[in-house]
């Protein structure tokens, strides 16, 4: 996952190469990752119209949050492929579900942690709300485009669908800021 990169000292490059995260977000989990993204998004926005939260209560609330979708994916998941199968699951089964939901948190525990930052004065609460939409847009954006990419689509087929995701999510904002729930 991580290269060794080349030049008078060697340093570690702390960034996964494109064939790894390929590789990992190849399957479905590049869906699951917009999914977690997005029901994320939508608790956010719906608590940030209401002010008055505060830094480090957002931030409990975000993360359990996260690990509520994070369980409703795998029971769901359990449940659908034991329907599927009619019966038990495999361990490599269970271990799939499980390696698939990890890309879900790989996106949804950040917010959290935006927040906590802001419980330390750095910046406003307001701020930690526009921070977390932020990260979340791009996420969509992201995945989005490397979702359909990975699906076979041209790179301006991609980055049209990706950027109608990012207009959606930013209406979505929008609709959310100018008239609350």
Same mark, same amino acid.
């Given at each position: 996952? @991580?290269a060794w990169l080349p030049n008078?000292?060697?340093? #570690? &490059?702390?960034?996964?190469?494109?064939?790894?995260?390929?590789? *990992?977000? $190849?399957?479905? &989990?590049?869906?699951?990752?917009?999914?977690? !993204?997005?029901?994320? @998004?939508?608790?956010? !926005?719906?608590?940030?119209?209401? $002010?008055?939260?505060?830094?480090?209560?957002?931030? #409990?609330?975000?993360?359990?949050?996260?690990?509520?979708?994070?369980? =409703?994916?795998?029971?769901?998941? @359990?449940?659908?492929?034991?329907?599927?199968?009619?019966?038990?699951?495999?361990?490599?089964?269970? &271990?799939g579900i499980v390696s698939d939901? $990890?890309?879900?948190?790989?996106?949804?525990?950040?917010?959290?942690?935006?927040?906590?930052?802001?419980?330390?004065?750095? *910046?406003?609460?307001?701020?930690?709300?526009?921070?977390?939409?932020?990260?979340?847009?791009?996420? #969509?954006?992201?995945?989005? *485009?490397?979702? =359909? &990419?990975?699906?076979?689509?041209?790179?301006?087929?991609?980055?049209?669908?990706?950027?109608?995701? #990012?207009?959606?999510?930013g209406a979505v904002i929008a609709?959310?800021?100018? @008239?609350?729930?």
């Amino acid at each position: 996952m @991580f290269a060794w990169l080349p030049n008078s000292k060697v340093q #570690l &490059r702390l960034m996964a190469k494109p064939n790894d995260i390929e590789k *990992y977000y $190849g399957n479905n &989990r590049a869906s699951k990752a917009i999914y977690g !993204a997005i029901l994320l @998004f939508v608790f956010i !926005a719906g608590v940030a119209h209401t $002010g008055g939260a505060e830094p480090l209560a957002m931030a #409990l609330k975000t993360f359990v949050a996260a690990l509520t979708i994070i369980f =409703a994916e795998v029971y769901s998941e @359990f449940i659908g492929e034991r329907i599927k199968n009619r019966g038990q699951l495999s361990k490599a089964e269970r &271990r799939g579900i499980v390696s698939d939901t $990890g890309a879900i948190a790989s996106v949804s525990f950040w917010p959290s942690l935006i927040f906590l930052v802001g419980a330390t004065g750095l *910046y406003s609460i307001k701020n930690a709300f526009i921070f977390a939409l932020v990260y979340l847009l791009s996420v #969509l954006l992201a995945f989005s *485009y490397m979702a =359909a &990419r990975m699906s076979g689509m041209s790179k301006p087929r991609a980055l049209v669908v990706a950027t109608v995701t #990012l207009v959606i999510g930013g209406a979505v904002i929008a609709l959310k800021s100018k @008239f609350g729930h």
